[in-house]
């Protein structure tokens, strides 16, 4: 083989790989097979396979043809026997001769006790090298059978059975496992059934039980304690509770530490309590005055009933639900002067309302609004409203209120004040109606409706439920508009008779539709799209009070005399028919002029005020500018209440102010085919003729502001087709579409900036104003982007992302989160898509997808939401390691504020990092401030440190930096090394308290920093010499002596046992002299000198019968017997066999002659073989367990003591020689009969039958 070199010895590893055979070569009758032999070897230096040629492998190459039969062919309808096809097939079939089946031996017992089963190892050998071949070289259909015998029969011993470990009670500190076990009997292996027994049957040791686990400290954290009585019985109190930090210690104790140690957030020490309802109660007000001046009157006094809430606060309730209040209690007479006579009544003067004829309309939102009652306003939702009644010669506190003639009372919403003023705080459309204010005699109404967000007046009937006007909306928009149109017109244009003679019947109905006219006019200065937007009036879009620039807006209430509505009224409805309509929008457009006006007006009056000395030109000039953008039939009318005195040629200094840009409505001009001029906040269409597009852009501001232009948030690069005009007008010559996209105006100078844009589509098709940034918010509590940015913000911020759309015609926009499109219910407004409070869960992509009829566009951005670093009170990971480490590792957490650890010179330590946060913090560590140079290990992707020799860092402090894009957090903790040491410092009890052999040797203690700890830890240090100490060597008091007692009279049944007794005292010296027993007895009782003994009862072994020999059979008519063993008394009484145990035990099992063992293998005749010579013949014969005497079979296990004679064998194993030609088979007709001859191997078995053929 070319580029391998074998050597001798890889040479030694080649062998013969046959491959599968091939399908037969026929579908019916007899055909071929063949398979691909190769001759290969393993190549030890690379674990790969190589061919070699056929002649480098030894030995007999595997046959690669051999003869298949695929059944009869159509109308060779042959029958056989089972045993004819069997041979028949076997027979066509040319083995490989090199490998046959053999038993190898047998398997392992199934089982150790209690009965198993062996099987007889079959395995394909080679015959010549009698080493194990593959399966699939051996005939499958002559495997010998399968061979079973019987083993360990003895019955199993009791045994322990053990559960699992349960879960560790605790995390840290020390906790328990417990796990069940209990001593079991296996009865029968086939039904596996088992039986409890005593613990004391199972003569092994007992398993433990329980065990420790998680013997490490705990982190401190906050222990509180049992929460304190409630500070009220009912309507909502509080209790209050202690909480102390403590660390709970490897040895189970726990440790109180000042609160710093703990850097989890401290549990609430207070909470509400008894949040049920207290009963209903009386709340009476002060006595009013007495109801006369003189004389005798009466007082009274209100009560209110009310009903303590749960939360804290009270509730106003039915008068019903409290107790009777006796009417006395509310009534009561009083007394004052006598009074003086007059002689004549005083001329009393009727009360008088101050009313103001006039009517309101509200433009913009504004928070709170004052009226003066007796006119009409119309004004926005959700604005409040406060409604005065100013009266003379009547008291304010009597003055009353209703509405739609009913009695008004203060409510959450509405508030009636004693002070002869109401508030609606935010109206609603259940608030139209009209409202009277009653002073005595005197009455005076105010009319209030609600603008709608289409411009329209909401109806004044309270409306259905906000879920139904939703669902109506859509369905009658056209039809209401229809009906108002209709209406208008029929008033307007087709008055009465009575209204024809200029009296107005209604002037609610006429006022509601001319203030429609004027809320639809469209040619208000300076009107925008921003201009109906709902804006707070303290969000202006102003940089102060004197920053006028941006003031020529609509007013924030237009206001106009009833007289004026009514005299436009009255001169429509003497009008004829056919110039009503010319009539009505100039009377319209004239009525806009006036409020406007005097808006103007208003506002110069306040400017002169502010400003005296500085020309008025300064401020005129951007409202002349600006009123110049009405329509035409605006702007004569315009023009003529303008102040005259605007001179532009004064000398005098404007005030600074920062820039603004003026807004323009106006639509883009097309001033030929090919040439397009705009003003800012319109989309210009470029089309296939368009030749130059000119952006205009003004701006005011002193100084005066410097204009910049940008595209797609990039600055605009001037060039032949980009221009920037003296004007500071933008150019774009000959538009491509690469010039497609958003072009800003930029006016800025040293007090500000003002920025508005404009859009450049390509034949109208959708274009969204993106941007590319990343913005990335971890302080503030709001945030707003544009689409297509990406967005990395704290949790619980507001993120606002904006999709600004240009398109011809308006393009539609839809939102999606993940490619699902979001629900109206999500915050969607103008574009503008809210996040509110942002979690976890929000993250994603965000996408904004505008789409026209010209085509479709679609931006995303993408939210991810940031964590800053925490603590976390536990560390997983920890236990995990702390396990693998060893037990002389210690571990401790950081925290915050710093943790303390004492550890033994040249331990490890293991310090964990327990922080969590989004995304996963990275984790530096840091050794005294510095990064680590000492001999460590980062487990846990860094979050745990191991020090392998704490040594190596005798002082300083560790501490982990956790980064992530929200901020940062630094833990850290002290380890301080502590050597242990013995300590002689005291002495032990006097081991003596008298005589000569009393001393004292010095108590040996294991100290750490001054502190005793286990003895154990100090067991590596070489304990200090002990010198013992002699004490008490003083002569002892006289005191009995007594002698051992003497051996029992009896073993069993009860005995006696004697001592001697003598008093004695021990002198210091060592010495014993006797005494008189008086001198003992003074001092204590005599002992006894007799007892009894061995009161234990006499056992004895007592057996039962043999039982029956029968079983199990262990030879010829040779089996086992058994009885029973137990230990009783002498009177029958029986005991646990332990009080025998010192007794020889019988025998409980011994052989014994019986005839039903008396069995032998009986063995038929072998068949005859099935081949004459060859490797192919085998021969079988019966073989069963004979009983001797009644020559009937019996079950198999009775023989099992004797080996089981073969049931089959090969035969005629010889050379098959072509001396003589003779057929060597039976089935040679068969052959014949299937055109087999023609094979070499039919051919030369069949030499007979074939050569006749």
């Known amino acids: 083989m070319q580029g391998i070199s074998i050597d001798q010895h890889e040479l030694s590893k080649t062998k013969f790989i046959p491959e599968a055979w091939s399908t037969c070569s026929v579908t019916c009758g007899v055909g071929s097979q063949v398979r691909l032999v190769k001759c290969q070897v393993l190549l030890s230096f690379s674990q790969s396979v190589a061919d070699l040629p056929i002649d480098e492998c030894e030995g007999p190459k595997p046959v690669s043809q051999r003869a298949c039969y695929s059944g009869p062919c159509s109308g060779e309808a042959t029958e056989y026997t089972p045993e004819e096809t069997e041979l028949l097939y076997g027979s066509l079939q040319e083995f490989d001769e090199l490998y046959d089946w053999e038993y190898e031996g047998f398997t392992e017992c199934s089982e150790s006790c209690g009965g198993g089963v062996q099987e007889a190892v079959v ?21 010998p059978p399968q061979l079973l015998k019987a083993c360990s029969l003895d019955p199993c011993p009791p045994r322990w059975e053990i559960g ?54 705990c982190p401190p954290s906050w222990y509180p304690t049992e929460w304190q009585e409630c500070s009220q019985t009912c309507g909502g109190g509080v209790q209050r509770r202690d909480t102390l930090c403590k660390q709970r210690l490897a040895d189970g104790s726990l440790l109180e530490l000042p609160e710093t140690f703990c850097s989890m957030p401290r549990p609430v020490t207070q909470q509400a309590c008894k949040n049920e309802d207290c009963p209903n109660e009386w709340l009476l007000s002060d006595w009013t005055q007495c109801s006369v001046s003189c004389g005798e009157g009466t007082q009274s006094r209100n009560a209110i009933c009310r009903k303590m809430l749960k939360t804290g606060g009270s509730a106003i309730i039915n008068s019903s639900l409290c107790p009777p209040l006796p009417f006395s209690s509310l009534i009561r007479p009083c007394a004052l002067g006598i009074c003086a006579r007059h002689n004549r009544p005083a001329h009393k003067q009727s009360p008088h309302i101050m009313a103001v004829k006039k009517v309101y309309i509200q433009t913009r939102k504004q928070k709170k609004l004052h009226f003066i009652v007796g006119g009409y306003a119309y004004l926005l939702p959700k604005t409040s409203i406060i409604l005065r009644c100013p009266t003379r010669r009547f008291r304010k506190s009597m003055i009353t209120w209703e509405k739609d003639d009913k009695r008004l009372v203060s409510s959450a919403h509405i508030t009636i004040a004693p002070y002869g003023y109401m508030k609606i705080h935010r109206l609603k459309p259940s608030d139209t ?35 139904e006007e939703e669902a109506m909306r859509k369905a009658s928009l056209n039809e209401a508009l229809r009906t108002q149109e209709k209406r208008i017109n029929g008033i307007l244009f087709n008055g009465s008779k009575a209204e024809k003679r200029g009296h107005v019947s209604d002037p609610s109905s006429w006022y509601d539709d001319i203030v429609s006219r004027v809320l639809q006019h469209r040619g208000w200065p300076g009107e925008n799209l921003e201009s109906w937007e709902p804006q707070e009036s303290t969000e202006r879009n102003v940089s102060s009070e004197e920053d006028q620039s941006r003031e020529y807006s609509l007013p924030f209430t237009m206001v106009t005399e009833q007289k004026r509505l009514d005299d436009i009224i009255r001169n429509l409805s003497q009008q004829p028919e056919e110039l009503k309509d010319v009539y009505t929008e100039q009377l319209v457009v004239q009525l806009a002029h006036e409020v406007f006006k005097s808006h103007l007006e208003h506002q110069e009056s306040v400017l002169k005020a502010s400003r005296r000395g500085v020309d008025s030109t300064s401020v005129e000039y951007p409202l002349h500018r600006h009123v110049s953008g009405l329509t035409s039939s605006l702007r004569t009318s315009s023009e ?16 600074h102010q920062k820039p603004a840009i003026l807004r323009k409505i106006s639509a883009a001009q097309q001033l030929s085919a090919s040439e397009v001029v705009t003003h800012l906040g ?12 000119l952006l205009h852009c003004e701006a005011v501001g002193n100084p005066k502001p410097t204009i910049s232009w940008a595209k797609n948030g990039e600055e605009v690069k001037y060039n032949d087709r980009m221009l920037l005009q003296p004007d500071d007008s933008l150019q774009i010559l000959a538009p491509v579409e690469a010039d497609v996209g958003f072009y800003a105006c930029n006016a800025s100078n040293a007090l500000g900036s003002d920025s508005v844009s404009i859009a450049v589509t390509l034949a109208g098709k959708p274009l969204i104003k993106a941007s590319r940034a990343t913005v990335i918010n971890t302080e503030s509590p709001a945030v707003t982007v544009d689409i297509g940015s990406t967005v990395k913000t704290i949790q619980k911020a507001n993120v606002t992302i904006s999709c600004q759309v240009a398109g011809v015609p308006e393009a539609e926009v839809t939102w999606f989160k993940n490619k699902v499109k979001l629900s109206s219910a999500h915050h969607v407004h103008d574009g503008l898509l809210l996040i509110a409070n942002v979690s976890l869960s929000d993250q994603g992509l965000y996408s ?7 085509g479709e566009v679609t931006e995303s951005s993408q939210l991810l939401v940031l964590e800053p670093p925490r603590p976390l009170p536990y560390l997983e990971d920890l236990t995990a390691v702390l396990s693998s480490a060893g037990t002389n590792t210690r571990s401790v957490l950081t925290s915050p504020s710093g943790t303390k650890m004492t550890v033994s010179p040249g331990s490890s330590v293991l310090i964990g990092c327990a922080v969590d946060g989004h995304p996963t913090p990275n984790i530096t560590w840091f050794y005294s401030g510095e990064p680590l140079s000492l001999q460590h290990r980062l487990v846990a992707v860094g979050r745990i440190l191991q020090i392998l020799n704490i040594s190596d860092a005798p002082d300083g402090e560790f501490s982990c930096l956790a980064q992530n894009e929200a901020g940062s957090l630094t833990q850290k903790t002290s380890l301080a090394i502590q050597e242990y040491r013995w300590s002689v410092d005291k002495l032990m009890a006097c081991s003596a308290s008298c005589g000569h052999k009393g001393v004292q040797l010095p108590q040996l203690r294991c100290l750490l920093d001054g502190a005793e700890v286990n003895i154990s830890y100090c067991k590596e240090k070489p304990k200090p010499a002990l010198q013992p100490v002699a004490c008490n060597r003083r002569d002892c008091p006289s005191r009995w002596m007594v002698t051992s007692w003497s051996p029992c009279s009896r073993s069993c049944g009860g005995g006696i046992q004697t001592r001697r007794v003598t008093c004695q005292r021990l002198t210091a010296k060592g010495s014993s002299v006797p005494m008189s027993n008086e001198a003992c007895a003074q001092v204590s009782k005599r002992p006894v000198d007799t007892q009894n003994c061995n009161r234990q009862p006499c056992v004895e072994w007592t057996t039962s019968s043999w039982s029956q020999c029968n079983r199990p059979c262990i030879g010829p008519r040779l089996a086992v017997q058994h009885r029973q063993v137990f230990c009783q008394t002498k009177d029958g009484t029986s005991v646990s066999s332990d009080q025998c ?13 019986t005839d039903v063992c008396g069995v032998h293998w009986r063995v038929s005749l072998w068949t005859v073989c099935t081949a004459t010579c060859g490797n192919y013949g085998f021969q079988s014969r019966r073989v069963d367990c004979m009983h001797v005497r009644t020559n009937k079979p019996v079950l198999e296990h009775h023989c099992s003591w004797r080996p089981r004679p073969a049931n089959w064998q090969r035969c005629n194993i010889t050379p098959c020689e072509n001396v003589e030609c003779r057929d060597t088979t039976r089935y040679c007709e068969k052959v014949k009969q299937l055109k087999l001859c023609q094979l070499t191997q039919f051919k030369s078995r069949c030499c007979g039958t074939c050569g006749k053929a």
């Open 123 to 143: 395995t394909c050998l080679n015959k010549q090298t009698r080493e194990t071949a593959d399966e699939t070289l051996c005939v499958t259909s002559r495997r």
């Open 164 to 217: 699992k470990w349960s879960t560790c009670s605790l995390t840290c500190g020390v906790g328990l496992q417990t796990r069940d076990v209990f001593c079991s009997h296996l009865l029968s292996r086939e039904t596996n059934e088992t039986v409890i027994l005593a613990d004391d049957l199972c003569y092994k040791p007992k398993p433990s039980l329980v065990q420790a686990c998680n013997r490490f400290d």
């Open 433 to 467: 109606g009209t409202y009277t204010c009653t002073a005595g005699p005197a009455r005076e109404h105010f009319v209030v409706k609600l603008i709608g967000s289409n411009k329209k007046i909401i109806a004044g009937q309270p409306p259905p439920s906000i879920r």
């Open 640 to 655: 003529a209440f303008l102040p005259a005195s605007v001179d532009q040629a004064n000398g005098l200094r404007r005030p």
């Open 682 to 693: 319109q989309t210009v269409v470029l089309a296939s003729g368009t030749l130059s597009v």
């Open 848 to 854: 904004c997808k505008a789409a026209n009829l010209r």
């Open 1141 to 1153: 145990s010192a007794l020889p035990r019988p025998l409980s099992t011994q052989n014994c002659w």
